[in-house]
Structures are given as C-alpha cells and as structure tokens.
C-alpha cells in the first residue's frame, strides 16, 4: 500500500524507488486538478463529498468510529498533510561517517548519554532540509533573476533581508538582467546556533584568536537537543573547519514538573525562575540544581526541596556563626586528639569524593557528599564531641587541637562548595578567614594521614545515637519529662570506642560506673 505522501513512510518509499508523484493536495490546502471532480475543494469537504458518492453509488458498507494515528500540528493540534515543497538541503550523508569517528572520542558527561548521538547518526537518512517558510528566521541571502531564475548571492561580511531591500548589485551575474526577487524563506533556526563555537571564537573576524580559542572545550546543554542543536554544530564546524568544536559534551536531563511532566509553555506547568530567586536566594537554586539529581539524569522541580536546599545554606550559616567564635589555628599542633583524627579522616574522604565530582564535571557528587558530611557528620556528631574542649581555656589538653581542626574542617567545607554556592562561602569566607576571595585560593589536598579511623564513623554515628535514644526513653523524676541532652546518664563507652572517651564523656554528660 502507498501513495504520494500519505504519511512520512510514503516519503520514504517515493524518495527510496524514485517513484513519480501525483501531488493532490497543493499549499493553498486545497486540491489539485488530479483530484478530477474534487479538485479546488478543501480536503475536509472532500472527505465528507467522497463518503456521500460512495454511499449514492451503493459501494459503502457501513461507518463507524475507529482510532487510529494521525500526525498533528504541535502548536495547532490539526492533521498534518504532507505536500511537496522544493527547498534547500545542506549535504550531511556523506559526512556521517566521519562525525561518527568523532563521536566515539569527544568525552561525554554523563557517557551514557552518547548513545542519543550514535542512535540519531545511525538514523539519519536524508540531507538536511535548511529552509523554511516561516516568518521569524534569519533571512536567506539570495536574490533570483528575474529574467533567468539564477540565484544571485551578495558578498559575505553583512546581514541581508532579501524579501525587503534591494540586492548589493545590480546585474546578474549569469544573464545581465537587472531585475530580482529576493528570497522569502528563513533558515532553519539550528543553522545559526549550530556554529555558535565559531561566533564565540571570531571565526573570519579575527584569525589570531581564533586559533588560539578554536576548538573550545565544552558544550553544555540538554539532552533533548542532541540530535539537533550538538550534531548539528558537530556538522556545521566539521564542514567549515576540518576539526571538531569542542572536545567534551556535557548533557543534563529535564527539569520537569512536580508530577513529573515535562515543561512547556504550551501546557502551562513551567516554572518562572526569578521569583524563586529572589524568595530563596541564588545560591540555594544552584545548591538545589546540582544536588536535586545526577548529571543527566531528569529532575523535578518542586519548590519544596528548593526551600530544602535553603535550610542547609542556613545550617552553614549558623555552622559559621559557631565556628567564627573560635581563635583561627592553621598550623598543626603537636598532638591531635583521636576525635580530630577522626574527622580530618573523614574530611580526606570527602576532599577526595568532590574532586571526583567536579573531575567528571558532575557537581551533584559535591553537592551531595558537602551536604551529607557538613550536616549529619561534621554538625551532629563532631561539634558536639567537642564542644566542651573548644570552650575550655587554652591551657586544657586538647584545645589547640579542636580549634585547629574545626577550622581546617570548615574552611575546607567552604572551598570545596565555593564553585556551586559562590556568594555565601565568599561571605564566610572573607568574614572568618581572609579578605582574598574565595575563589582564587586552591582546590583542597587530600593528603589523608588519618584515613583509618573512618572505620569508626559508624560506631561514633551509632552510639551517640543510642544515648540520644536512651535520654529521650528515661522520664526524670523531677521534672517528669525526658531527660535532656545535658542531663547526666549511666551508659558504658563501647571498648572500641575508648580512644575517644574524653570527648564522648563531655558531649553527652556520662557517669561510669565507677565514679558514680
Ligand atoms: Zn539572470
């Protein structure tokens, strides 16, 4: 079964068998004199013309209601109707061997998200139709001869309007008429964007930076504009220049709504930025943004967790706060205490999880990993442990210590965030530790001495929360309510735990057995 241009796998079957067309529908929406009797008559009174003939000439059999696929208008939701237009192409068969050699090397982040590029090379199957009959474009610059139909193009170097001004010369170059009728058409909108890497590195503009900028090393952008927007630049520099654009993608999944749907104007579920901004600040967005899902991975947008993301900068702030009240020690002290071991241990860890991330240019790694360290580590377990050592006087064993490690630790916290919350960790930054910025001090070491006490993280983790249990469960009998956490309490430090009875004995007020 087929016909001319029915649906698009007509296309493809005409296209393929170079088969001759009968067109029955022309631009106007009307149809053609091969339409005998219909013809001049639009294609929904025909429908209804076609049924009413059969019916008079008894070949109809019954009518009913059936579903069945039709392609729709994206904007206007009516039935498409394919007609035979000419129009321009730009070569890109011949070159999809060569852009699949290139897609095998550029580095892709997430690698995952290659296989949408190698998927749409496989697929593409015709040249590249370029122009388009719509009003808001970038103009084709073409001028036709009246007289012989020859297209006349004008000198490179400037933008021209061809459908309403006059063309640069004044004869044509074939045939010395002088009359022309420009070009109506626009380009495809992917024609412009594509060689954005050559507009940004002043390609034919200024050569010297050119070569010095070109190819650039990154595009950024979304996944669902892979098979244009990034093969179609991919396609664009290669034809222009003999080298690829950039050396890495770097391709982020959807922002999608609260229920998961993806947003568009025309459904009326996107998301307004700015007034997010200004009601959580700019850099809870961009905390939320690269902690809401892993790199190109779909996220939902919901303002909840973006007000989440607030409540951690906030938490950093009163971190801050607490740790600003304490003398600033940068070198080492003689000793440290195993509680500060312990966490400049587990500082290594995370110094080296975030360089990971930002390596691989995934920032919910860092995100992640900061917001997981600095809260339910560093803040819940380390500040308590210490607390009563930092607000010891100097002379007590261990002060040095807890000072230089509290802030080693968040000095650390506030460089390795810099890059995705940049203003608050420059506050921070300036207000606890130098009136240089932030962000041209150097990405932090991990030169972990202390690695091996992470191995008692967990048991640090589970024991404070025992006796936080335990406070809760006992009723005091004098005031008939649950122990606070200051209250003193009868619990036994674990044996593997003794390295850090001091801190442990303070933060939660034990009594042993044998001092009672
Ligand atoms: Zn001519």
């Not at 009326?268 to 690269?290: E, L, Q």
């Not at 950093?316 to 071991?341: A, E, H, M, Q, Y």
């Amino acid at each position: 079964m087929v016909c001319s241009y029915g649906d698009k796998n007509d296309v493809q079957i005409f296209r393929e068998l170079k088969l001759k067309e009968i067109v029955v529908i022309s631009e106007n929406g009307r149809l053609t004199e091969n339409a005998g009797k219909y013809a001049n008559l639009k294609i929904n009174v025909v429908r209804e013309k076609i049924i009413a003939d059969l019916k008079e000439s008894e070949f109809l059999e019954k009518v009913e209601d059936i579903m069945h696929r039709t392609p729709i208008c994206e904007r206007s939701k009516t039935p498409v109707e394919i007609i035979p237009m000419q129009d321009y192409y730009l070569k890109q068969l011949e070159f999809v061997p060569t852009l699949r050699e290139f897609a095998s090397k550029i580095n892709f982040h997430p690698e995952i998200h290659r296989q949408i590029l190698l998927d749409w090379l496989d697929a593409v199957a015709i040249d590249w139709p370029i122009s388009r009959r719509r009003f808001y474009g970038t103009e084709i610059p073409i001028w036709y001869c009246k007289n012989c139909n020859t297209a006349n193009l004008p000198e490179p170097g400037k933008y021209y309007k061809p459908w309403m001004e006059n063309p640069p010369f004044t004869q044509c170059f074939k045939c010395r008429s002088s009359t022309f009728v420009g070009e109506e058409r626009t380009f495809d909108t992917w024609m412009d964007s594509s060689i954005t890497p050559l507009f940004v590195t002043r390609y034919e503009k200024d050569h010297e930076f050119h070569c010095y900028a070109y190819p650039t090393k990154i595009r950024p952008q979304a996944k669902d504009i892979v098979r244009t927007w990034l093969f179609y630049t991919m396609l664009r520099c290669y034809q222009l220049t003999g080298q690829m654009p950039w050396s890495d993608a770097w391709i982020m999944g959807y922002g999608v709504d609260e229920r998961g749907k993806k947003m568009s104007k025309s459904k009326g579920n996107t998301v307004d930025p700015f007034p997010i901004i200004g009601k959580y600040g700019a850099d809870a967005f961009r905390f939320w943004s690269a902690a809401e899902a892993n790199l190109g991975q779909d996220f939902r947008c919901s303002e909840q967790k973006i007000e989440e993301s607030q409540k951690f900068l906030t938490k950093l702030w009163n971190i801050g706060r607490f740790v600003s009240s304490f003398n600033v020690i940068t070198s080492p002290p003689n000793k440290l205490v195993s509680t500060d071991k312990w966490i400049i241990g587990e500082l290594g860890k995370l110094i080296t999880g975030c360089m990971r991330g930002y390596r691989d240019l995934n920032f919910f790694i860092p995100a992640s990993l900061i917001r997981e360290f600095t809260w339910n580590l560093f803040a819940s377990h380390y500040l308590e442990l210490i607390k009563s050592r930092a607000y010891n006087n100097s002379e007590a064993i261990g002060f040095e210590s807890a000072l230089y490690t509290l802030h080693k630790c968040f000095s650390t916290i506030l460089i390795l965030l810099s890059p995705i919350c940049p203003f608050i960790t420059e506050k921070l930054w300036k207000e606890l530790y130098s009136a240089n910025s932030i962000h041209v001090q150097p990405l932090p070491q991990s030169d972990n001495n202390y690695e091996e006490m992470c191995e008692y993280s967990e048991r640090i983790i589970e024991f404070n929360s025992r006796v936080w249990n335990k406070k809760r469960e006992i009723i005091s009998k004098q005031t008939g309510k649950p122990l606070s956490l200051k209250d003193p309490i009868r619990i036994d430090i674990p044996p593997d735990l003794q390295i850090f009875e001091n801190d442990l004995t303070d933060m939660h007020n034990l009594q042993h057995e044998t001092s009672s």
